[in-house]
Structures are given as structure tokens and as C-alpha cells.
């Protein structure tokens, strides 16, 4: 980056640029984060596939962690009782083999993205057995492969009571303690997570931590906990997100932020359709540049940082929570060129 761009990024953020001799500027997401924690990024079927040389070219260089951001959700993987579809998965763990990446496998159980056929179970027996199936060919399947498995999803409500999902229906609370006991046993060298979003909010957080406690009371192995970080400008605060963070690494897991993008949009509007303001985006990188010096502040505890995306464009933000939305959530823009808040980022890497 040129000279003069440092100092409007510096002079935007209210960081101090009057160190004698300032080092080069980093221009590489995870080699600036390298004694720190792993920097990922989410990947569409289209990358995977070859298909987009821009974002496939961003990844390479700026990631060491890969997850996809749909191909490995049971819906995809086994659409039918008696049908198996990996090649989606063949191709995203090669594409991570042959980056020499850390390979995310998300998600093995969750109640969304999941075929009909297995909503539709109502036998606790069956459910069982069609769990333990699942995760025994899947994980089985791709047994040191996979650098660490988020084994379950979202399974508590915002209030930590446990989510009126298909699996606690039917099987109850230890469909979460079998689930991580088979993973473990065809895939033992796999890390194994819990990952979840609203991971800021007290009672879901007190649930987790309980739940944590109950598998390692009972031995059975457990290695993270991801909070998504699928937040906005403004929620949830630095101080809330700190105390979390503090408070997940207290049950001797490492922490991950998993699926990191910033909302730039109020929640039911549209208003930035033909661009992006400066002062939002002098926001965004702020945003970005505070979150990054906590991450760093508490890099001891967290071992993964995944933006979910490589670019604007890709983003689910742009159809969530409403449809047809023109949102600027991660660190390259549509045209995949990086943005002030790569730079801020990047920045904020040099700091101790
Ligand atoms: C999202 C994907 O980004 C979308 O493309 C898809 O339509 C819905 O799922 N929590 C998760 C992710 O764990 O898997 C979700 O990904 C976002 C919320």
C-alpha cells in the first residue's frame, strides 16, 4: 500500500503512526497473523470448483484455513436415505490438500440445511441410527483429512434453553454427547468444536459452557468452541464479545470465530444499493480494526479467525434476514478488490 494510504488508514483509525521506524506494511492476511491464530475464509461450490480464478486467487494467498459455506451440510450430502453425494467434498478437501490449508468440516449435525427425510423421522431408535450412519461413513470417510469438525450447530436458543430441533426431540440432550463420542471414534485425530451464533448472549453462553463441562466430566473429547461472529456495526459491543471470549477460553478449549462478516445495513432497509458511503465504510474498518486488536489482545485463547465469504458479492448477508439486499460485509468488494477494512486489518496486525 502506498505511503499516503497508511497515513489517511492511521489518521481514519486514531492509531499513532509516530513509531521511529515504522515496519513494512503486511499484505497478507494470514502471514500477518501467523504467531497468532489461522485466518479462513468460507468457500461457495462455485470456487471449489474452479469456477471464479479472482476469489480462488484471494483465498490462496490470503488463507490458511478453508471452510465451505455450503457443500459439506448433510442436505448435500446425503439427499436420500440411500444416496451418499461426496464429489462436492472430494473437491473442497483436494482444493485444501493441495493449498496445504487447514480443512473446516461444517457441519455434521444441525437442523438446518438438513434433508426432509431426516426431519421427517419421529423414532428415537431410527434417528440414532441414522445419526451414527451419517457420521460414521461422512467423517469416517475423510478420517485425517479434516483439520476439525464442527460436529454440532446451533443447539441452544438465545435464551440456553436447548433448541426444539428433530435430534433433542426425539433423542434428547445426549444426541450432543453421541455425536462428538463417534466423531471421535472414526476420526481421532480430527479437532472437534461446538459452534454457534448470538454467542454473546448470557444464557446461551452459560448453556455452552455447561454443556462443555458436562462432555469433559464424561471424557469425551471436545477441542473448541466457534462463535459464528455474524454481527453488525455497533452489536455486540468489544466489552461483551471480550468477556465471552474469556469466559469460553475458561473451560480450556481453544475459541474460534468462525463465520466473521459486519452487517453495514439496519436491519429491515436497503440504502446503500448504489455504493457504499465513505463514512460506513470508514466505520466498517474501524468495526474491523477494533475486533482485530481484542482477537490479538486475546490471541492466547483463539485459534481460528474464518470470515464467512472471500468477497461482497458471495455474501448470504445480501439474502439475510430479507431478500435482494445490496450488503459490504467482508474484506473485498464485488470487483474483488480490498477494501479499507483489509487494510485496517492489516494494520492493527503490527501492533503487540
Ligand atoms: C449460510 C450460507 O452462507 C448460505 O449460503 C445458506 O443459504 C444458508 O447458510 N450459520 C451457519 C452457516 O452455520 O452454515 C450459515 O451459512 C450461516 C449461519
Redesign the pocket.
Known amino acids: 500500500m502506498r505511503f499516503s494510504a497508511l497515513i489517511l488508514i492511521c489518521f481514519s483509525l486514531g492509531v499513532s503512526c509516530k513509531r521511529e521506524a515504522p515496519q513494512p506494511h503486511p499484505s497478507i492476511l494470514h502471514e500477518a497473523f501467523a504467531d497468532r491464530f489461522l485466518i479462513g475464509f468460507a468457500i461457495n461450490n462455485q470456487q471449489v470448483r474452479g469456477n471464479e480464478a479472482d476469489a480462488i486467487a484471494i483465498v490462496k494467498k490470503h488463507a490458511n484455513s478453508i471452510t465451505a ?2 457443500d459439506m451440510k448433510w442436505q448435500n450430502v446425503q439427499p436420500a436415505v440411500d444416496f451418499f453425494n461426496f464429489t462436492a467434498v472430494d473437491a473442497f478437501v483436494a482444493f485444501g490438500e493441495e493449498h496445504k490449508m487447514k480443512t473446516i468440516g ?2 455434521l449435525v444441525w437442523h438446518s ?1 438438513l434433508p426432509n427425510w431426516v426431519h421427517n423421522i419421529t423414532d428415537s431408535a431410527e434417528l440414532v441410527a441414522v445419526m451414527e450412519q451419517f457420521i460414521t461413513s461422512y467423517a469416517g470417510r475423510y478420517a485425517g483429512k479434516i483439520h476439525g469438525w464442527d460436529v454440532v ?2 443447539a441452544f436458543n438465545n435464551d440456553g434453553s436447548y433448541r426444539d430441533t428433530v435430534f433433542y426431540k426425539y433423542i434428547g440432550p445426549r444426541f450432543i454427547e453421541r455425536a462428538f463420542e463417534l466423531a471421535h471414534e472414526v476420526d481421532p485425530n480430527a479437532e472437534l468444536y461446538y ?1 454457534d ?1 448470538n454467542m454473546t448472549f448470557p444464557g446461551k453462553r452459560n448453556a455452552v459452557i455447561a454443556m462443555v463441562q458436562n462432555l469433559q466430566a464424561k471424557n469425551i473429547r471436545i477441542d473448541g468452541i466457534g462463535m ?1 461472529g ?1 454481527w453488525t456495526l455497533t452489536h455486540p459491543s468489544l466489552e461483551e464479545i471480550e468477556e465471552s471470549i474469556i469466559a469460553y477460553a475458561s473451560t480450556g478449549l481453544q475459541v474460534m470465530i468462525t ?1 466473521l462478516d459486519i452487517s453495514v445495513l439496519p436491519r429491515n432497509e436497503n440504502p446503500y444499493r448504489n455504493g457504499l458511503p465513505e463514512s460506513v465504510s470508514n466505520q466498517l474498518a474501524q468495526r474491523y480494526a477494533d475486533l482485530f486488536r481484542l482477537f490479538i489482545k486475546h490471541s492466547d485463547k483463539i485459534s481460528r479467525v474464518t470470515f ?1 465469504g472471500v468477497h461482497d458479492g458471495q455474501s ?1 448477508l445480501n439474502d439475510h434476514p430479507t431478500l435482494g439486499r445490496t450488503n459490504y460485509p467482508l474484506l473485498f468488494d464485488r470487483n474483488y478488490n480490498p477494501k479499507q477494512c483489509l487494510y485496517s486489518i492489516l494494520e492493527v496486525s503490527q501492533y503487540k
Open positions: 459455506e455450503n461444517h457441519t440445511q450447530n446451533e459452534n451464533y459464528q455474524h463465520e464467512w448470504w
